[in-house]
């Protein structure tokens, strides 16, 4: 099964809105200045941001990672 698809992340998504950048594609002026302001250095990285602008860094994730990591890192991202 896959993360994103999986009932325990999908329930503990609810709430956020869930934004994807292709970085493997190149060329995207827009992407390479989102991906330099958020040190992304590969993919998949995941990045929490709050309601105030501010990274989650705690819940920042490189690579693939489970849904039970995923909706801990949720969990995270909403306190």
Same mark, same amino acid.
């Given at each position: 099964?896959?993360?994103?698809?999986?009932?325990?992340?999908?329930?503990?998504?609810?709430?956020?809105?869930?934004?994807? @950048?292709?970085?493997?594609?190149? %060329?995207?002026?827009? !992407?390479? $200045?989102?991906?330099? /302001? #958020?040190?992304?250095?590969?993919?998949?990285?995941?990045?929490?941001?709050?309601?105030?602008?501010?990274?989650? @860094?705690?819940?920042?994730?490189? %690579?693939?990672?489970? !849904?039970? $990591?995923?909706?801990? /890192? #949720?969990?995270?991202?909403?306190?």
């Amino acid at each position: 099964m896959y993360t994103f698809s999986d009932p325990v992340v999908i329930e503990a998504a609810k709430g956020f809105v869930m934004l994807k @950048a292709d970085y493997t594609t190149g %060329g995207d002026a827009e !992407a390479a $200045e989102i991906k330099k /302001r #958020l040190n992304i250095i590969g993919v998949p990285t995941l990045v929490f941001i709050g309601p105030d602008g501010d990274e989650r @860094a705690e819940s920042r994730a490189a %690579g693939f990672i489970t !849904a039970g $990591e995923f909706a801990e /890192r #949720l969990k995270l991202a909403r306190e």
